[in-house]
Structures are given as structure tokens and as C-alpha cells.
């Protein structure tokens, strides 16, 4: 009875198939459960004056009374994408502001 059921090829294919599945759910649970704190940010500037600008008759810029030949926007955004709660005793002590 036991042999029957040993050697039929069709149950060897289930019994592989949900092997096969419970490894690949152990890998992404294992992966999920993981706590990371990863910070990530990106940046994107923005030329607002350029020399080709600046070069205009009638167009002048100036900052604290100098002439500004260039003008660049800086956005920076930072986020955590990890996991964990990224806390402030994270931050090492001469970075804090």
C-alpha cells in the first residue's frame, strides 16, 4: 500500500511543487521580517539664471549688491525607506544641529 503510494509519480510532483513553494515563502517572509534603517534621498536642480540669461540689456540680478552671472534651485529630499524608525540617537552627535 505504502509503495503504491511511494512510487506514483504524480504525488512526487505535488509533494516537490509545494516543497519548492514553502521554500520561496521562508525566503520573502524572511526578507519582509528584516528590520533596515536605510535613509535615501534625491536631488534635482533647477537653473534658474544662466550666463546666456544674464547677458540680457535690460535684465539684471543681483544678490547683497554683486552681480550673479548664475542661479541654481536645490531641492533635496530625504526619506527612510527602510523599515525601522530611523531615531535622532541614530545621528551621530556632531551632526545633530
Known sequence: MWIDVIDNPYLNLI???LGAIG???AVIFYRKSRRIKRLTYAVRSFNLITDSVSG???FAATYKGKHLAN???TKLL???SGTE????DDIAG???I
Open 15 to 17: 509533494g516537490c511543487g
Open 23 to 25: 521554500v520561496l515563502l
Open 56 to 58: 540680457l540689456s535690460d
Open 71 to 73: 542661479l541654481t534651485a
Open 78 to 80: 530625504i526619506w527612510n
Open 85 to 88: 524608525i530611523v531615531s535622532r
Open 94 to 96: 556632531s551632526d545633530l
